[in-house]
Nanobody, 119 residues
Framework: QVHVVESGGGLAQAGGSLQLSCAAS????????MEWYRQTPGKQRELVAT???????NYADSVKGRFTISRFNAENTVYLQMDSLKPEDTAVYYC??????WGGGDEYWGQGTQVTVSS
């Protein structure tokens, strides 16, 4: 079992910055990818950024050039640096972890952290 915890959400003004963190903990697993999704009421969860264990990244067009997802560190923690924030970035942000363990793999979600950007 992998436990995923996000932190760092809050309130920012348009043009400002916030940094989110996501930590995956447990035993006997290997992280294959860590991703950030976001969701607003009445809409589907949207993929924001991906970082694979191999180092590759992928970003939603809406955040390219503004958001940066870090590499994993030794503690399986990844950061999402969000710059030049816009009111439309307001959402609950979720960390999604793809992990492998002996005999299989699974996906895990954090509880979400609220990001609110005021105009």
């Amino acid at each position: 079992q992998v436990h995923v915890v996000e932190s760092g959400g809050g309130l920012a003004q348009a043009g400002g910055s916030l940094q989110l963190s996501c930590a995956a903990s447990g035993t006997g697993f290997r992280v294959d990818a860590m991703e950030w999704y976001r969701q607003t009421p009445g809409k589907q969860r949207e993929l924001v950024a991906t970082r694979t264990a191999g180092g590759s990244t992928n970003y939603a067009d809406s955040v390219k050039g503004r958001f940066t997802i870090s590499r994993f560190n030794a503690e399986n923690t990844v950061y999402l640096q969000m710059d030049s924030l816009k009111p439309e970035d307001t959402a609950v942000y979720y960390c999604h972890v793809l992990a492998s363990y002996w005999g299989g793999g699974d996906e895990y979600w954090g509880q979400g952290t609220q990001v609110t950007v005021s105009s």
